[in-house]
């Protein structure tokens, strides 16, 4: 059995979203993908919709540094103080909630604590997550800032990766989006197109 | 009614036209004082004798070396640290409920070489105690309140203590440089402004005890403390010229030159900067010969920790660095004073990034000097005292009724 990895922690939290701030800096988990935050009594469920990296500091920009250099690698070896200046930060769309083996695709009591640390799911717990695909709603109708078509994709794709059959799972998901979509085939054939 | 900028412009451009005017003049002086300079290079030793025996009513530098030597630098070391401190505070006020004074002071450490990495932190520190916010004499007959300009001083004692901390810290066997802003000089204290058991307390249990821990750190390991001056404003080696230029030994301006109408020899450089000599004298990476200081209060306070300051020219600015005796006594360390300074402006685009980043760290922003004396009031009436405030205070922020 897989271990979720611990990818963040919390530094803003809502009903419908949180976000969280990663350990590492430029790797925050990939768009799509599913992470959970420990929500007592279960957990809370979250599909990553956008990340960015920034100064920490809101009146300090990074400038050009490598004119001069050859690796990349090289201008924050030369400039150490850089990785404590700089931040990744991920946002992530909550999709439903866990208690023990159960799952409940729809909105959690109580938004997310801050501080608390976010995970990573392993693909056994995404395949289990996606067993039922009626999150899927919830994250169609999503006001986000990013095109939320792209991130419907993103999180199929992702999650397509948790079964042998990948295809199988995409058809069935495809399925899915032709009911919840079925007033707006511009819309549907779209996401079909980025599920390749 | 806002200020009347169509008549200030007028000024303005007459100001700016005398400035012109008198840049012909400046540059003159310029290379006079430049050529005394290298005429007097080669009388180290009488240039000494008429110093020590000279009476002026301006500072003068002791002189080390050769006045025109200048010294490239020397290859920077592959692994090294860098120390950093700077601070700012929030200062006493009046017309609040509590007296006390918050200093807060940014720490930096950032190693370079096989292994970089960085730690950047800040300090706060709230004084209240009345033996924390008051200086008293042993009798406790005389008292000094600390705010204002005497608090300006603790800061800067309270920088060197953070640095000489962090030196403890760090690992021994690479060499170390650490770095303050603005002068090891207290000058706030100088002038006989405040009676001697500030001076005690501010230097003695002060500055000298931290600067003496440094020196302790530093046997049998290279570590250096210097301070870092931008653009500085000293005329301390242009007046060695001036009394190179008397006519008079021993030098004594108040016997000879007391009337204010007689012409001076030495005022054909006097009013020129230390820097602008310096920045003509020294190519990019250079720095100048060692000085020391004869301010008084460094004479009369510092001991064995005298004051030196030597003028580097780096890619942005010419600068001036001052190091303790300790530091300015062993050739290795000043080399990597020097070398390691130049290295940190090229990394901090044209000022050492230690010490900027300590900045940042140490900054106090207006939003942050209000939420302070906001959770002091807050805190106070939570512990149930009457929170009283000047009403001069109240009128001007009426938060609660």
């Known amino acids: 059995m897989e271990i979720a990895a611990k990818v963040g922690e919390v530094i803003e939290a809502s009903t419908s979203e949180f976000v969280a701030q990663c350990y590492q800096l430029h790797e925050p988990p990939p768009l799509g993908s599913l992470v959970k935050t420990k929500n007592a009594p279960g957990e809370t469920y979250g599909i990553v919709y956008h ?16 004119e001069e250099v050859k690796e990349e690698e090289e201008i924050f070896r030369n400039n150490p103080q850089l990785a404590k200046l700089l931040c990744t930060d991920f946002r992530a769309l909550v999709v439903g909630y866990g208690e023990g083996n159960r799952f409940f695709h729809y909105l959690p009591p109580r938004p997310a604590r801050i501080h608390s640390f976010v995970y990573l799911c392993s693909m056994d717990e995404a395949r289990n997550f996606a067993r039922s695909l009626n999150f899927l709603s919830l994250l169609i109708e999503a006001n986000l800032a990013v095109p939320v078509d792209e991130i419907v994709a993103a999180s199929l794709r992702h999650f397509s990766q948790a079964y042998d059959d990948q295809q199988a799972f995409l058809v069935k998901a495809g399925k899915e989006l032709a009911l919840l979509l079925s007033g707006e085939l511009k819309r549907l054939n779209s996401i079909l197109r980025r599920l390749k | 009614m806002s200020l009347d900028l169509a008549q200030i412009a007028i000024q303005i451009d007459s100001m700016a036209a005398k400035l012109q005017a008198s840049e012909e003049e400046r540059k003159q002086k310029l290379d006079f004082a430049l ?68 200093i807060n002071i940014g720490i930096v450490r950032l190693n370079y070489g096989q ?72 000058w706030g204290l100088a002038g006989q402004v405040y009676p001697a058991f500030v001076a005690d307390a501010l230097l003695e249990n002060g500055l000298l005890k931290h600067l003496e821990e440094l020196r302790q750190l530093s046997k049998g390991r290279q570590l250096a403390l210097a301070s870092y001056i931008s653009f500085p404003r000293s005329t301390e080696v242009v007046n060695v010229l001036r009394l190179a230029l008397c006519p008079y030994e021993p030098v004594d301006c108040d016997r000879y030159c007391a009337s204010k109408t007689k012409e001076r020899d030495c005022d054909n450089v006097a009013g020129l900067l230390d820097r602008e000599l310096f920045e003509q004298l020294l190519t990019e990476g ?22 030196y300051f030597f003028y580097v020219k780096t890619a942005g600015e010419l600068v001036r660095v001052e190091v303790p005796q300790w530091v300015a006594e062993g050739r290795r360390l000043l080399d990597i004073t020097h070398t390691i300074i130049l290295d940190q402006c090229r990394r901090g685009q044209g000022y050492p990034v230690a010490l900027s980043e300590a900045h940042e760290k140490a900054v106090i922003t207006a939003a942050d000097r ?32």
């Open chain 1, 51 to 66: 990340a960015e990296t920034h100064s920490l500091e809101p009146g300090r920009r990074p400038i050009a540094r490598g």
């Open chain 2, 35 to 102: 050529n005394t300079l290298r005429s007097q290079s080669a009388n180290l030793a009488s240039l000494k004798r008429k110093i020590e025996t000279g009476k002026t009513t301006w500072l003068v530098a002791g002189i080390e070396d050769k006045l025109d030597a200048h010294y490239p630098a020397p290859p920077s070391p592959e692994d090294f640290i860098v120390l950093a401190t700077d601070g700012s505070h929030i200062d006493v006020d009046r017309h609040r409920s509590a007296r006390c004074f918050v």
């Open chain 2, 115 to 186: 292994t970089p990495s960085a730690f950047l932190s800040s300090l706060p520190m709230l004084h209240f105690k009345e033996e924390d916010v008051v200086l008293s004499s042993t009798t406790g007959s005389q008292q000094e309140t600390i705010e204002g300009s005497l608090l300006g001083v603790k800061r800067s004692v309270e920088e060197c203590h953070l640095l000489a901390e962090l030196a403890k810290e760090v690992e021994a066997n690479l060499p170390t440089v650490a770095l303050l802003d603005g002068s090891l000089v207290l």
């Open chain 2, 286 to 307: 250079e720095c100048s010969a060692l000085f020391s200081s004869h301010s008084s209060i460094v004479k009369e306070h510092y001991r064995e920790h005298q004051i």
């Open chain 2, 370 to 401: 209000d939420q302070f004396w906001q959770l002091v009031e807050r805190s106070l009436a939570r512990q149930d005292r009457m929170v009283k405030s000047s009403a001069k205070a109240k009128s001007k922020r009426m938060r609660w009724i």
